[in-house]
């Protein structure tokens, strides 16, 4: 069984063409053909059936193109352990982030992992919280950096930082005007747009003025951070929200912050991995840069109010 065949038989498939194929190879169309044709004859029986809006894998398809997948993978993870046995990060690396986070480290984590390790294929996907601990917990992604309510008694991972939450007002707003801080009770008169549960946002804001026995107005649920800093900025309601994503309308004089105190409202982030495959060197290289640029933001003040926890090791 010639390898190359197989990597044509999953582009074909994953790009609906054989020309796309033949360009995401660099191979001559017909040679992606004959690639196509060796492994249908030895398997007996056609894999990839041609229609004029592009190329699908047959029922026999499916089931080489699923065993092919795993001989691929076990091929890159034998030739990542080789190399690891030289302390060489290598080979894909999947990590999941939180909305918040992906908006504010993702670039500079892109940027750094192909400076200083080339041969490490970073791939990043932004979900919310409880999405990526099940993504973690399966195996869908290799690591994944999600937050915590600060009473959680679930932590199953590395903590990297604890932030602070603030309330959020307009501009325009007097009632707050100058104020650093706000006492938590002050909140409870206030109309809140929130995002809905399950966002771990929402479950640890609830979970916090219960376990203080006091009760918030939310009047509108909307999970779109945009569509929320534009309500509020209109002088209409108020959110709670961390720093990173609303800086910009503060500093433009949009929004006001005041952080929640009396008492604190936080909330951790945690770096976790799945068990479903060893902590590689790719892995530990990936989880040290993110601790360098979280400990780099400290230091340039770009997200406020924030404790860092976790520490560079080899």
């Known amino acids: 069984m010639d390898i190359r065949k197989l990597k044509t038989l999953v582009l074909i498939a994953e790009l ?10 660099r191979l001559a169309q017909p040679a992606v053909s004959q690639h196509l044709l060796a492994l249908e004859k030895e398997f007996g029986s056609q894999l990839i059936e041609r229609r004029r809006q592009g190329a699908e894998a047959t029922e026999a398809g499916k089931i080489v193109l699923e065993h092919a997948r795993q001989i691929l993978s076990h091929l890159e993870r034998a030739k990542s352990d080789v190399l690891e046995l030289q302390g060489h990060a290598f080979g894909p690396v999947i990590l999941g982030l939180p909305t918040t986070v992906a908006a504010t480290v993702s670039a500079k984590l892109i940027r750094r992992i192909a400076l200083k390790h080339p041969d490490v294929r970073l791939r990043i996907v932004e979900s919310l919280s409880g999405y990526l601990k099940e993504w973690v917990d399966s195996g869908r992604v290799d690591l994944a950096v999600l937050y915590e309510p600060s009473d959680s008694k679930t932590l199953g991972g590395e903590v990297l930082m604890i932030e602070a939450l603030y309330l959020v007002s307009s501009g325009r707003d007097s009632r707050f005007s100058g104020m650093s801080t706000v006492d938590a009770s002050t909140i409870t008169v206030l109309p809140l747009v929130l995002p809905g549960r399950p966002h771990a946002l929402r479950v640890l804001i609830d979970r916090f003025f219960a376990a203080n026995e006091l009760d918030i107005d939310v009047h509108v649920e909307l999970d779109a951070t945009v569509a929320v800093r534009e309500l509020v900025s209109e002088d209409l309601v108020y959110t709670i929200l961390p720093f990173p994503p609303i800086e910009d309308d ?11 105190v009396s008492p604190h409202l936080q909330r951790i982030l945690v770096f976790c991995r799945s068990h479903h495959h060893a ?16 400990a780099e933001l400290k230091t340039k003040n770009d997200w406020r109010c924030w404790e860092i926890k976790a520490t560079n090791f080899v």
């Open 16 to 25: 609906g063409s054989i020309s796309a194929a033949a360009r995401a190879a």
């Open 279 to 294: 902590y590689s060197v790719a892995f530990r290289a990936v989880r040290n840069e993110l601790v360098t640029i979280l």
């Open 250 to 260: 503060v500093i433009r004089g949009k929004l006001q912050v005041h952080q929640i």
